[in-house]
């Protein structure tokens, strides 16, 4: 009723420097090792994400910068139970953000610390509901099956203190139609928006009779 997949490796990088400025380089992972999960029953979909990372920095980067170096584990759970029939979805979702933190030392930056050793847990609540209605017409002079797509997506989640936390791997996604519909505004395990919020939209696509071709 599901799959899974053990995966373990190390990342590091090579930044090419200008010689009148030094560009800061990512985050290497050394080791990372993790567990996904995602499996079904009776209607039910359940998702897991957990994950041992060792965050470093490379030798020539000076990290008196305010950059920490440390180590993070974190646990990405979700339950959901989709109903889904032709032309239409509701999807109830009960999510969980949790991470622990293990920080080689203390740090201030723009008047907030940052402790050494810190773990929080966010949970949030979500339902993505939407139709898939279709009609035929004609355009361009040929016959065209013509699609209208609301959605409407609900997000609920509690607002936690997390300015005391490192950020080794989250950022603002880019306003786009993926991340319009996503129950977080930031990428990466270290940041989780709160919010209690209605999203609502519809797409509409022009589909080609014949070949089934996206027009």
């Known amino acids: 009723g599901g799959e899974g997949l053990l995966y373990a490796r190390t990342t590091h990088w090579q930044v090419l420097q200008a010689a009148d400025s030094l560009m800061a380089s990512p985050y290497e992972r050394g080791p990372q090792l993790g567990l996904r999960v995602d499996a079904g029953a009776a209607g039910w979909r359940f998702a897991l994400e957990t994950e041992y990372n060792r965050f470093t920095l490379p030798q020539d980067q000076d990290r008196t910068q305010g950059r920490l170096v440390g180590s993070r584990l974190h646990l990405l759970g979700s339950l959901s139970h989709p109903w889904r029939a032709p032309g239409w979805w509701v999807v109830p979702k009960l999510s969980v953000n949790a991470a622990s933190y293990r920080n080689s030392s203390s740090s201030v930056a723009s008047g907030v610390a940052t402790r050494v050793s810190a773990s929080r847990v966010i949970p949030s609540f979500s339902v993505d509901a939407?139709?898939?209605?279709?009609?035929?017409?004609?355009?361009?002079?040929?016959?065209?099956?013509?699609?209208?797509?609301?959605?409407?997506?609900?997000?609920?989640?509690?607002?936690?203190?997390?300015?005391?936390?490192?950020?080794?791997?989250?950022?603002?996604?880019?306003?786009?139609?993926?991340?319009?519909?996503?129950?977080?505004?930031?990428?990466?395990?270290?940041?989780?928006?709160?919010?209690?919020?209605?999203?609502?939209?519809?797409?509409?696509?022009?589909?080609?009779a014949t070949s089934g071709a996206e027009a």
């Open 130 to 208: 939407g139709f898939e209605l279709e009609r035929d017409t004609e355009a361009f002079g040929r016959a065209l099956h013509q699609t209208l797509e609301p959605r409407l997506l609900y997000v609920s989640t509690p607002y936690r203190e997390q300015s005391s936390l490192p950020n080794y791997d989250s950022a603002a996604k880019d306003f786009n139609f993926v991340s319009l519909y996503s129950d977080n505004a930031f990428s990466g395990v270290d940041r989780v928006s709160d919010a209690h919020q209605f999203t609502a939209g519809f797409t509409t696509r022009l589909v080609d």
